[in-house]
C-alpha cells in the first residue's frame, strides 16, 4: 500500500491516454450525436445540413414518426415480447438454476453439460427445421411463439448466470429456515430470491435488452405487419422511407431511449451480465 | 392410512423430494430448450439429406446436398467472404480494443465514464446502428459528400454499392458496434492483472510498450485467446448486419452463409438444401473448437 501511494503519478504521459480515449469516445459518440440533430430537423434540413446541428428544433417529428411508423403497435408487441421472454427466463430459468444449486439433483452434471452444448448450437443448425415445426403447432406468425424461441435461446445463460449467484448464498441461512419449518418453495422465495436477486436483475436486463433489438428470428417469424415487433418494423420503415432522414431518426430515438435510459441508470449490472453472458453474440 | 394420506405422505417422503422434486424444476425449461434447440438441430441432419421444400413430404437423396454445395459458386464465394470477414474481425477490433484497454487501465479520472460511452454503441438493436450508417456512409450526403465540400475528395463513393468496397464497409459498421464490447472485457482482465507484476516492470526500466508487452499481454491471453476461438466462430454465423445494410448485394459482393441459407430457406424454398448450409456452417464451429482444444493439449495455455 505505501508503496502505491508513494509512487510517483506519470502526470505528463496521462495526456495522449485522454488523447486517444477521447477520439474513441467521439466515434462511438458522433453517429448518435447526428441522429439526434437529424431527429429534430425538418425534412428538407436534413437533406441539406445532413450532419450538422439543427438551425430549427422540429418536435412534431417524433409524433409524426410514432404515427407513420405505427410505433403505438409496434412497440406494444416488442415490449409484450420482452415481458414475456424476461417473465419465462426468471421464472422457469430461476427454477431450474435454485433446483440445480440447492437441490442436487442426480445427474445435474450431466444436464448442465447439456444446456452448455446446447448453448454453442448456431441457429443457424436449427432454424430451417425449426420453422418448419412452428408452421406446424401453428406458432408462426404469433407473439408466443417468438416468446419460446427467445425463452429457449436465453436459458442456459440465464441458468448459468443464476446458478451462479446462487451457489454463493451459504447453505446455513437455507438450513436454518428449513429448521424453522420452510418447505422448498418457501426457501426459494424467502431465502434464495432476497439475495440472489442483483443475478435476476442482470438476467433481466440482458435478455430484455436482447429481445429487443432482436432482428433474425423476429424476421424469418412474423410476417404479419400488426405483430412486427419494432426492429422490422423499423427496417421497413426505413426502406419505405429511406428519403426522409428526419422521419426514420425520430423513430430511431424513440427506440433507442429507453435502452439509454435503462443502459445508463444500470450501467454496471449491464456491462458486467453482458461480459459474463457475453459468449451469445 | 387412507389413499390421500398416502399421496401427501409420498409427496414429503425422500424419494419425492431428493429425486422427483429436483427434475420438475427443471423440466418446463429442458422441454422447452428441447422443443426449440435440440430436436430441430437434430432435424437438420436428416433434412440435410432430403430434397425438401420446408412444406409436407422429404424425399431421401444421400449425400446430393452436400456435393452440390461443393460445387456451388454461392456458396464459394459466401464461404470466401466469410474468410476475410473472420480475418477483419481478428485483427480491427483486437488491435482496436487492446490499445484502448491499455489506455484506460491507466488513468483514473473519467474511467468509468470513458468505458461505458465506449461500450454504449454495444447495447444499440442492429437496425439502428444499420441504418445510422447506411446515412453516414451515403455517397450524396453523408461523411464522404461533407468531406468533398471541405475540399477533401476520394470519401464521396458509394461504399455499399461498390462490389470491392461493401464487404469491408459492412465489416467496419458491425466493427463500430462491436469493438467496445472487446474493449471492456480486456479491460476486465487488464485490472486483474497484479500491480506488483508493473512495479517490478518498471524497477527493471521497461518502457511503456515494453511493459504492455510483457505484463498486460501475457497478463490476459487467457481472455485474449477465448475472445479469438469465439470471434472465429461468431464471423462464421453473421447476418444482420449484411442482411440489413445489403441483402447479400450488389451482386453477391457481400453474400455470406448466413445470408446465403437465408435465402436458399425463405426465398427459394430449397429447406433441405439450406439444412445442409447449416450442418456446414456448424461443422465449422465445431472444427474452431476442436482446433483450441487441440491447441490446448498440446500445451498452449488456453
Given amino acids: ?281 | 392410512m387412507s389413499r390421500l394420506q398416502e399421496i401427501r405422505h409420498w409427496f414429503r417422503g425422500r424419494t419425492f423430494r431428493k429425486k422427483i422434486l429436483p427434475w420438475l424444476l427443471i423440466l418446463p425449461i429442458l422441454l422447452i430448450h428441447l422443443l426449440v434447440v435440440i430436436g430441430p438441430s437434430l432435424g437438420a441432419f436428416y433434412y440435410s439429406l432430403t430434397d425438401w421444400s420446408g412444406i409436407g413430404a422429404a424425399d431421401f437423396i444421400g449425400l446430393n446436398n452436400f456435393r452440390t454445395l461443393l460445387g456451388d459458386v454461392n456458396f464459394r464465394k459466401a464461404f470466401s467472404n466469410n474468410l476475410i470477414w473472420s480475418a477483419f474481425f481478428l485483427t480491427v477490433p483486437f488491435v482496436l480494443a487492446l490499445v484502448v484497454a491499455s489506455l484506460l487501465a491507466g488513468v483514473r479520472r473519467g474511467a468509468m465514464f470513458y468505458r461505458a460511452t465506449i461500450f454504449l454503441p454495444y447495447v444499440l438493436p442492429s437496425v439502428i446502428t444499420a441504418s445510422i450508417w447506411s446515412n453516414l456512409l451515403n455517397p450524396r450526403l453523408g461523411i464522404g459528400a461533407q468531406l468533398a465540400k471541405l475540399g477533401i475528395p476520394g470519401f464521396n463513393r458509394a461504399f455499399l454499392g461498390n462490389p470491392g468496397t461493401v464487404l469491408l464497409s459492412v465489416a467496419f459498421i458491425d466493427n463500430w458496434h462491436f469493438w467496445g464490447f472487446l474493449m471492456v472485457l480486456f479491460l476486465a482482465a487488464m485490472q486483474n492483472i497484479s500491480p506488483d507484476l508493473y512495479d517490478s516492470a518498471k524497477i527493471d526500466g521497461a518502457n511503456r510498450f515494453q511493459e504492455f508487452r510483457h505484463v498486460t499481454i501475457p497478463g490476459i491471453r487467457p481472455t485474449l485467446l477465448f475472445m479469438f476461438m469465439m470471434i472465429a466462430i461468431w464471423s462464421f454465423l453473421v447476418f444482420d448486419y449484411v442482411w440489413l445494410l445489403t441483402q447479400g448485394g450488389p451482386a453477391g459482393a457481400s453474400e455470406v452463409l448466413g445470408t446465403f441459407l437465408f435465402k436458399e430457406a425463405f426465398n427459394r424454398f430449397e429447406a433441405g438444401y439450406a439444412s445442409a448450409i447449416g450442418l456446414t456452417m456448424s461443422f465449422f464451429a465445431v472444427l474452431i473448437i476442436g482446433l483450441f482444444g487441440f491447441l490446448r493439449r498440446r500445451g498452449w495455455e488456453i
Fill in chain 1, 1 to 281: 500500500m505505501i508503496k502505491r501511494i508513494f509512487k510517483p503519478k506519470r502526470q505528463s504521459s496521462q495526456v495522449i491516454n485522454y488523447v486517444v480515449l477521447t477520439l474513441a469516445l467521439l466515434f462511438a459518440l458522433g453517429p448518435l450525436v447526428v441522429l439526434g440533430f437529424n431527429s429534430v430537423k425538418s425534412t428538407a434540413e436534413a437533406m441539406a445540413n445532413p450532419l450538422g446541428p439543427p438551425s430549427k428544433i422540429h418536435l412534431e417529428n417524433y409524433p409524426n414518426a410514432w404515427a407513420e411508423g405505427k410505433l403505438s403497435t409496434t412497440a406494444r408487441n416488442s415490449a409484450i415480447l420482452v415481458a414475456g421472454t424476461v417473465a419465462g427466463v426468471l421464472v422457469l430459468g430461476g427454477l431450474a438454476a435454485f433446483s440445480l444449486s440447492r437441490l442436487d439433483p442426480p445427474g445435474s452434471n450431466l444436464f448442465m453439460l447439456y444446456m452448455l452444448g446446447g448453448s454453442t448450437l448456431p441457429t443457424f443448425l436449427f432454424l430451417v427445421p425449426l420453422y418448419s415445426l412452428w408452421r406446424i403447432l401453428g406458432l408462426v406468425d404469433t407473439l408466443h411463439g417468438l416468446i419460446l424461441i427467445y425463452i429457449a435461446l436465453n436459458s442456459p445463460f440465464a441458468i448459468f448466470l443464476l446458478r451462479s449467484y446462487m451457489v454463493q448464498i451459504p447453505r446455513d441461512f437455507e438450513d436454518a429456515a428449513r429448521v424453522d419449518g420452510a418447505g422448498e418453495l418457501q426457501v426459494l422465495t424467502k431465502v434464495i430470491l432476497p439475495l440472489a436477486w442483483p443475478g435476476f436483475l442482470t438476467v433481466g436486463l440482458v435478455t430484455a435488452l436482447g429481445v429487443w433489438g432482436e432482428f433474425q428470428i423476429a424476421l424469418i417469424f412474423v410476417h404479419v405487419p400488426e405483430l412486427f415487433p419494432i426492429t422490422t418494423s423499423y427496417w421497413y420503415f426505413t426502406t419505405r422511407y429511406s428519403r426522409d432522414w428526419s422521419l426514420t431518426s425520430a423513430a430511431a430515438v424513440m427506440m433507442i431511449a429507453p435502452v439509454l435510459i435503462f443502459f445508463f441508470s444500470l450501467q454496471r449490472q449491464f456491462i458486467e451480465g453482458l461480459t459474463q453472458g457475453g459468449l451469445k453474440a
